[in-house]
């Protein structure tokens, strides 16, 4: 039979257990403590090269309570331009502006027409701006600055009465002192235009000195084709010219008028309104090409008479070159533009800065 171990033995035994438990228990616990200090090692490696992310910030989205809220209407967006076909306030107030300094005189309906495009064209010659006619945001900035200029018309703008597209004749302009030209030439000339051909007194006096001293020299005969026209005639004879353009060359009416501007002056704009502009002819024949031309070219000066129109003024008048075409100014000052070689725009600014 086995011998037991007395209490007293086992006793005795029991410290060396504990000691060995407590070893165990350290060295788990130094394991424990080495594997946290390199997972926060690691950590710290890592954070230093990742780039801290911005906040993401959550919308909040608020329902107002419709009771005390007061909605303010958003105003209509103002276009970048008004153009031929345009209305509404916007072209009211346009033409309201337009009325005011002189350029517009027909109603304000907000309907931008013929009329409207024509007072903008005028308006933005006057301001030195491209007369397109169409009301862009320079158009519009100038017409309402402070900087906007009354219309100035041809009857007030110097000594001498230059009329062009952009100083036209005002509304209701008609020249004192109307004759019929032939009450006062006969049958000077061999024929005319018809039979109310009128002028100016002193420069149809003018013209058939003129005339008369060409058929003593043998420069004959001579048509007179045109002298003084009404506004209403002009409009007539642009229209006419726009509608064969359109016709016969295919043009869109807006082609038709831009070409036609070339060749015929707008109502208000023409010289033949003055009563001191005449049209001269040859019956027949291409007046450039015939010996009164050249007489005429040559001798008009002499009797107050320039040249209006010529190839080489051109890109000042805005009109190409009309042989036929004569206009009274004096003889003082149509002696001092054949000396200067000028036409009537460059002599009138002449005239501004002597």
Known sequence: MPQKKSPARRARRSPYLFIILAAILMIALIFVGMRALNAWSAYDREAAITPTPSPTVRSVIVTPNPYLVTLTPQPSPTPSY?????????????????????????????????????AVKIFQRQHGLDDDGIAGSQTLSKLYSNDAKPMQTADTLSEILLVNATYPLPDGFVPKDLVRVQDLAGDLFVEYGDDNVRGVREAVEALIKMI?????????????????????????????????????????????????????????????HTGLAFDLNVPGEFFADTAQYLW????????????????????????????????????EHSKKIQELNYCLEEYVEYLKGR
């Open 82 to 118: 008004l153009a031929y076909g345009s209305n509404g306030d916007q072209v009211k107030a346009m033409q309201e502006r337009l009325k005011e300094l002189g350029y517009y005189d027909s109603a304000v309906d907000g309907q931008y027409g013929n009329g409207t495009k024509q």
């Open 212 to 272: 008369q001293d060409a058929k003593a020299q043998g420069y004959t005969p001579w048509k007179l084709r045109e002298g003084y026209r009404t506004f209403d005639y002009q409009q007539q004879i642009f229209d006419n010219q726009v509608k064969e353009l359109m016709e016969e060359r295919d043009l869109s009416r807006s082609q038709a008028i831009s070409a036609a501007s070339l060749t015929v002056a707008d109502p208000g704009a023409s010289e033949h």
């Open 296 to 331: 005429l070219k040559k001798n008009c000066w002499d009797y107050g008479f320039i040249m209006r129109y010529t190839d080489e003024k051109e890109e000042i008048t805005g009109i190409m070159g009309e042989e036929w075409h004569v206009r009274y100014v004096g003889l």
